[in-house]
């Protein structure tokens, strides 16, 4: 049947790696018209039937012959709207990724797949009449007791019981069966709790508050930098209540490893309403209720990881990015996106301020509050009565070293321990050691899939390749030359473990990496049973940041000397960031901590700007040297990365990639190169960079060049992606 031509049709954005809408008619009987915008259509696509957004509407183009139309509207009102809808289309543009593919990015799975918005009223639980006369007969102090009396005065908030008590869904849940309670509705807003005041702010806090809530109604970057303990966290939750004060929403951002039950409680504790949480461990449920939530306004406040920055804000007052330099705020996959970089274009979207906070702040964001674009605030004290860690470094050149420890570290440790304080060694590899060596040959454990080292696992039985996941025992002989002489070289995490726990056999010790610690609250239980007393914590980054330890005195850092010296640009400031961030660890309590970072560079320029400067002159010395490198935030580049079991096609689709994106000088081509892992899990991989003094040349060159790539040839061959401000080269 054809299509008059001027009857409007639906475009569609699908999750499909094509860069343009697709045009559908409106299911039986219906008109075209605007109100369809940013409502879900489920369409047929080949053989399948997809969900997506109507993106537009308008005429057909002419390259649709015949149109489907679309089998079902699923949102009676637009799903995606105003000021998402448009920073959603901006993050197309920008990261050059189809529209289809970053909605689908954005929304939750269950949205994504379909389903209706979730009710997400809010519940709390009430004593029945059964219940009432069932009380007396439950042991007295028993849980259930104890719950079925909290409810005696009337209905509590599931939120309220959140911050009461981490367990008692299964109590409920039994006195439920019971007959003895029962779930009912609350209206929305509802308060939890009282507020508990905080402490009151120090005059740097207060300035900082006053700057920020000046800023309440209009769009303003402020960085707030102030190191580990400064009292950033007071400085967001006074902000936030202000939001809540004004009737506004607010939305903080936390790095994937900073989202804890403690931080939960917190800000819980603080604000006295329900604070929403997004992160990995939702199920798909969850999350879509909490974006409901948002949606429609009944979540106020909003804590979550990197993906929280696509939840929709209809009536946003305060975005708040914590640790802003955190490496899991970028996306590493499908739409390469900075949610830190998104904040900042949905709070101009939406007119509130941004605040960006760190003790390490990264160089792009230091550069431009030195240039004034953002506002930069500082906390240059402690707060409350914890004192600065004191540094040293030990120079460990010719020393005996145990699983990677200098005798003058053991001894360190063991006088902490013996004085009853708490000792955390931090090692940022996990595993027993990073190689398994032939001493007689020179034999090393390679991945056969990967260009790297297997590292050695299960106290030296197992080899595990980090980048595939490649797995088998450790062979008896060298397959090389036959000899038994095979050796783990080096230290991770489990053999220090294993070397302090024959040293110090008295001290409870307890290890924290990814392998202990595969669920999320792991952490949280694994610090429990260090306690209270002396003990001793041997970990990754990990342990870098989160969780209050204000028994630890003494952190070690062991091992930092590789990163020194990386051939990636951004190598110096992340390992200054994470000396910063694990020495912030100790201290935080009364007693005076102590640093102490074994390495064979003592006069290394990073490791001597550091100690005598602290972070402020390490930054300083890194941006001059980026700007004579033309590294960003001196430049901006983008990375096109290809990948196929073929290195051939590699490298001709890199070439026929490097012709479409040539152009004048305002952008420099490098490339093709092999990427730093040149093979991995059994595919060669190569990329060009692209790199410009100026943001607008670069996003010019990349809108001509992109969609040609789509229709390359040699693009069948590959896996392709663009990175728009890589963090990784
Ligand atoms: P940061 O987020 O910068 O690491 P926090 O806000 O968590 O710092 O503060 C560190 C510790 O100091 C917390 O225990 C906090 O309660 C306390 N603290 C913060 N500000 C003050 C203050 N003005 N007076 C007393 N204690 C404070
Ligand atoms: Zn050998
Ligand atoms: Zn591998």
Known sequence: MPTPSAAPVLRVALPVPLPRLFDYLPPAGGRADADWIGCRVRVPFGRRELVGVVAETG??????????????????????????????????????????????????????????????????????????????????????????ERLREGVVAEDRLDLESDDWRPVMRALARRGYVERVALPPRHAVAEATPGPALNGAQRAAVAEITAAFGRFRPLLLEGVTGSGKTEVYLEAIADTLRRGRQALVLVPEIGLTPQTLRRFRARLGVPVHALHSGLADGERARVWAAMWRGQARVLVGTRSAIFC????????????????????????????????????KALGVPVLLGSATPSLESLHHAHAGRYGHLSLRQRAGEARPPSVRVLDIRKRKLDAGLSEELLAAIDTRLRRGEQVLVFKNRRGYAPVLLCHDCGWSAQCRRCDAPMTVHGRGRRLICHHCGARQSVPPACPACASLALQPQGAGTERIEDALAARFPDYPLVRVDRETTRH?????????????????????????????????????????????????????????????????????????????????????????????????????????QREAAGFPPFAHLALLRAEAPDEGAVTAFLRAARAALAGDETVALHGPLPAPMARRAGRHRGQLLLSAPLRPALQARLHAGVPRLYALPEARRVRWSLDVDPLDL
Not at 527 to 544: E, K, M, N, R, Y
Not at 562 to 584: H, K, N, T
């Open 59 to 148: 005429p057909a183009g002419d390259d649709a012959p015949e149109l489907k139309a679309a089998l079902a509207r699923l949102d009676p009102e637009p799903l995606l709207a105003g000021e998402l809808l448009d920073s959603l289309r901006w993050a197309a543009r920008y990261y050059h990724e189809p529209l289809g593919q970053v909605l689908a990015t954005a929304l939750p799975t269950a949205l994504r797949a379909g389903q209706p918005l979730p009710d997400t009223c809010a519940h709390g639980w009430t004593l029945t009449e059964a219940g009432r006369t069932g009380l007396a007969g439950l042991r007295p102090h028993s849980r259930p007791r104890r719950i079925a």
């Open 312 to 347: 929709p804000l209809p009536e946003a007052g305060l975005i708040v990015v914590d640790e802003e330099h955190d490496g899991s705020y970028k996306q590493q996959d499908g739409l390469r996106y900075s949610a830190r970089d998104l904040a900042l274009v949905r709070g």
């Open 520 to 624: 999320r609250d792991a952490v949280e239980k694994h610090l429990a049973t260090l306690g209270d007393g002396p003990g001793l914590l041997v970990g990754t980054q990990i342990l870098a940041k989160g969780h209050d330890l204000p028994r630890l005195t003494l952190v070690c850092v062991v091992g930092i000397d590789e990163g020194l010296f990386s051939a990636d640009f951004r190598a110096p400031e992340r390992l200054a960031q994470l000396l910063i961030q694990v020495a912030g660890r100790a201290g935080r309590a009364q007693a005076a901590g102590e640093v102490i970072l074994q390495t064979h560079h003592p006069e290394h320029p990073l490791l001597t700007t550091l100690l005598a400067g602290g972070y402020p002159a390490f930054a300083a010395l890194e941006l001059a």
